[in-house]
Every structure is written in structure tokens, then in C-alpha cells.
């Protein structure tokens, strides 16, 4: 930039006109922000009127959930309705990381897990929670579909979507699917 300017003649710049000047900074200060207070709120599921923006009445009437709700799909919500388990997007990486970690019986222990966890910079009682979370057979080790759902966790984290109370139901990985887990509805 400086090697483009240095051959450039100042001289020949127009001069500044201060009322211009002055029309764009109260432009930027007060025009500008009015303007922003007019755009919708969809990311608080408010209108510009602060009411919820949620469609109601004629074919909408008694529906529940829509597929264009705010945050639908996203997060927890990620492959809520697909038939195949959402984890299996990014399993074949999950499953090279456990396997450089040196399953003991086809299971890695929670030290082992956590000396791995701890790099995603969550805080320990976030990772502690995607632990019970990813953990579904409650047996104090991680298997390979556990160690996915747990790395399938720390993404949702890492993407500043919230983490649920109780694992939900399509993210049971399959082969734990019948062994009485609770779920969340």
C-alpha cells in the first residue's frame, strides 16, 4: 500500500468538506442505529414489535414444531429427524483419535479420555457433563461409538449451542439403543 501512495501527488487530492463529513458521522451515530433497531429480532424469536414471531392460526393451527424455528437442526437438534445416527458424519475421525489412544478391550478409561477431552479448552465441568452424557452404558470407560458421541458433544460446545440435561434419543449411538438409557423427549 505504501509503495502504491508514495508516487501518488497530494496536492491534487480534493480538499476535505467538513459538512460532509459531519453528514456522515451523524449518519453513522443516528441514522444507522434507528435503521438496526428496525431489522427483525429472528434470533430471539421476536418481531420488530417484540412479540414472538411464531406463525399461528389457518394451516398453522395446532402444528407444533416447524422446520424454520430458530435454532431447528442445529446443535442438539442436528439430525433429529435423519434415519442415520448424526455422529457417523464425523466418525471415521473420531475413530482414528480413539484409536491412537490405545483401547484396552475395544474401551478407553476416563484418564485416558480426558488427557484427549481437555485439548477441545472446554471447562472441566462441561466436559464432565458430555462425560455422563457420552458414557451411556454407565460403565466408567468410553467404547468407540461412546468416544464419538462425546467429540460429537464438544462440537455442539465448541459452536456455543448448549449442551441438553439428558442425552436425546437420536443420539443414542445405535449400538446402545434397548439398554434402558434415559432419554430426553
Do not use: C
Not at 449442551?163 to 434415559?182: A, D, F, N
Amino acid at each position: 500500500m505504501q509503495a502504491q501512495l508514495k508516487d501518488q501527488d497530494f496536492q491534487k487530492f480534493h480538499s476535505m468538506k467538513p459538512k460532509l463529513i459531519e453528514a456522515v458521522d451523524n449518519m453513522m451515530a443516528k441514522d444507522i442505529a434507528q435503521l438496526m433497531a428496525m431489522v427483525p429480532k429472528e434470533d430471539v424469536g421476536l418481531n420488530h414489535l417484540g412479540e414472538t414471531s411464531m406463525i399461528r392460526g389457518g394451516a398453522f393451527e395446532e402444528v407444533e414444531s416447524s422446520p424454520f424455528v430458530v435454532g431447528k437442526g442445529e446443535g442438539v437438534e442436528e439430525g433429529i429427524d435423519d434415519a442415520e445416527w448424526v455422529v457417523l458424519k464425523n466418525k471415521a475421525a473420531y475413530d482414528a483419535i480413539f484409536q491412537t489412544l490405545d483401547p484396552v478391550n475395544g474401551k478407553i478409561s476416563g484418564a485416558v479420555a480426558k488427557s484427549e477431552m481437555v485439548k477441545s479448552k472446554l471447562p472441566n465441568s462441561v466436559l464432565g457433563k458430555i462425560w455422563k452424557l457420552a458414557d451411556v452404558d454407565q460403565d466408567g470407560m468410553l467404547d468407540a461409538d461412546e468416544w464419538a458421541l462425546a467429540n460429537h458433544l464438544i462440537k455442539i460446545r465448541l459452536e456455543d449451542h448448549s449442551l441438553p440435561t439428558s442425552l436425546p434419543t437420536h443420539l443414542i449411538p445405535p449400538s446402545k439403543r434397548g439398554l434402558g438409557v434415559e432419554i430426553e423427549d
